[in-house]
Structure formats: C-alpha cells, structure tokens
C-alpha cells in the first residue's frame, strides 16, 4: 500500500513570496490533514476535511493561509504572503472514515522563509 | 484547547536500559491515547495506544501505562535499543479526530 505523498519535499522561499504544498493521501482515506512542525515542537493541526468538507480549520492563519481539497482525494495547502515564522515542517496526514487516532503521515515539506 | 503536558524534553539511556516518558492530559472523554514515533526526515508513525478503560497495553519491548484518576498515561521501552532513538510524542484527540500533540521527547540510546 502506497503511503501518503508529498511534495516538494524541501523550499525555500524570501518572506512575502507565495508558496504551495501539495498531498496525495492513502487511498480510500477520508479524512485529511495538515499539520504544521515547528523544530522541536509537535505537530500542531491546521485544517482537517471530512471528503471535500472542511470540518476543523480553527487554527488556520486565514489572512495568510489557503487549502483546499478538490474531489476529495488531492489537497494542496497555500501560504501567500509567507513570513519569517512560517518555516517550518508541513506534514500532511490521511485516516480512514470514522474517528481514529491512526493517522498516516507523510514525509512532509520543510519550509525555509529567509 | 486541550493541552498535552510531556516530559522529558530529551532523553539518554544505556543500550538494554529502560526508557520512560510521560504524558498529562486535561479532558477526559477520550477514546485513544496513542504514541508517535518520529524519526528524522520522516513523518510521525503510530507507536502504540491505549483506551482508557485499560490500564495498561504492551506490544513487544513498549507498553503504554495509562492512570486515568491522575490523567497521565506514559511509555515504556524496555531493552532499549540504538535502533529506537527517536523523537517520541503523545497525543490526544482534538476537535473531530484530529490529534494534539505533545512537545516531544528526544530519546538517544547509545551503544
């Protein structure tokens, strides 16, 4: 079974620069999400979908951040502008329907702002 | 929000040794209590979980030791191995199933 796929797996942006992650989740997952890993810090969840849906997006910076997930499989997640504190790790992770603490993390693209 | 307390932040034990790492939580309608495993480069992996209607689980040389009355629960590895030099997190569910995570913990297990 393929695991969760992410890309690009390294960027490096200047601040205010745009830039777009995308992830291809574990067949037949439902749900999705994206994480942002601070160094040395735990993954902290930035948006959640349900299929198509958006079901947590509670702390998503809105004014700077976009995601979307068309046809509910693919999702790419935006950040435009991009600051300084937004380097950092984005996992995106997939589980199937229902509740579930299983999730399956990709690799996840490391972020450099300069 | 719910907040997950871990410690320790980093970790040193002998080749063989015991390695253990706790973890405090506040809610407590839960159903898993589960345990990541991240190496570096790599996403998080599901370790191990407990429900909390156990008190305690093992699979292999890690067992997850949960105390519901103190709202702690905490991981066990035994014989620890270079091989398990990780960072470790605990997590709760969020909102939804969405999880939060812990600090982290740092273990390094020299030969």
């Known amino acids: 079974e393929a695991g969760v796929a992410q890309s690009p797996r390294y960027k490096i942006i200047e601040k205010r620069q745009s830039v777009a992650f995308w992830c291809n989740p574990i067949s037949g997952h439902a749900t999705l999400y994206w994480y942002q890993q601070i160094l040395g810090q735990g993954p902290k969840l930035l948006i959640q979908?349900?299929?198509?849906?958006?079901?947590?997006d509670s702390q998503l910076p809105k004014d700077r951040f976009s995601a979307e997930r068309l046809k509910g499989v693919d999702s790419t997640l935006k950040i435009q502008p991009a600051k300084l504190e937004d380097s950092a790790v984005y996992l995106c992770?997939?589980?199937?329907?229902?509740?579930?603490?299983?999730?399956?993390f990709g690799p996840g693209t490391r972020l450099t702002v300069t | 929000q719910q907040q997950v307390k871990q410690s320790p932040q980093s970790l040193i034990v002998q080749k063989g040794g015991i390695s253990i790492i706790n973890c405090a939580y506040e809610n407590t309608a839960f159903d898993y209590f589960p345990w990541y495993q991240q190496f570096p480069g790599k996403g998080p992996a599901l370790l191990i979980a407990i429900r909390p209607d156990v008190s305690e689980k093992k699979e292999g040389r890690f067992t997850i030791s949960f105390n519901k009355s103190a709202k702690q629960f905490s991981l066990h590895i035994m014989d620890s191995q270079p091989g398990d030099s990780a960072t470790y997190f605990c997590?709760?569910?969020?909102?939804?199933?969405?999880?939060?995570f812990g600090k982290g913990t740092t273990l390094s297990v020299s030969s």
């Open positions: 997590a709760a569910p969020g909102a939804g199933t969405a999880l939060i």
């Open positions: 992770a997939s589980s199937p329907v229902g509740p579930s603490y299983e999730q399956y």
């Open positions: 979908f349900q299929n198509n849906g958006v079901v947590d």
